[in-house]
Nanobody, 125 residues
Framework: QVQLVESGGGQVQAGGSLRLSCAAS????????MAWLRQAPGKEREFVVG?????????RYADSVKGRFTVSRDNAKNTVYLQMNSLKAEDTAVYYC?????????????????WGQGTQVTVSS
């Protein structure tokens, strides 16, 4: 099990940028696939981006964020990042960091066992 703490959320105008961080506890962080998911009011939680374990060679992005969001990880710091550029009003949501030990990067929320508490991102148009 790994404990996750997100930070970096806030309010930004459309077209702006934010960088989210997710700090993980434990000595086996590099063994986990990591993902960012988000949930807007009244909507289902949706997959945003995932990165595989180890060096993070493999990533998956939701079509809605491709070309705008970038995921990365720093195993020495037990941290995964989400750089969000060209933000849109529809990106407004609570963003969650999640972790799982899987042989692939899953886009299914239920595949992730460990979750952070979430951080609010609000994009004003």
């Amino acid at each position: 099990q790994v404990q996750l703490v997100e930070s970096g959320g806030g309010q930004v105008q459309a077209g702006g940028s934010l960088r989210l961080s997710c700090a993980a506890s434990g000595r086996t962080f590099s063994s986990y696939n990591m993902a960012w998911l988000r949930q807007a009011p009244g909507k289902e939680r949706e997959f945003v981006v995932g990165i595989d374990d180890g060096s993070g060679t493999n990533t998956r992005y939701a079509d809605s964020v491709k070309g705008r969001f970038t995921v990365s990880r720093d195993n020495a710091k037990n941290t995964v990042y989400l750089q969000m550029n060209s933000l849109k009003a529809e990106d407004t949501a609570v963003y969650y960091c999640a972790a799982a030990i899987l042989p692939y990067v899953s886009i299914v929320a239920g595949a992730y066992r460990d979750w952070g508490q979430g951080t609010q991102v609000t994009v004003s148009s």
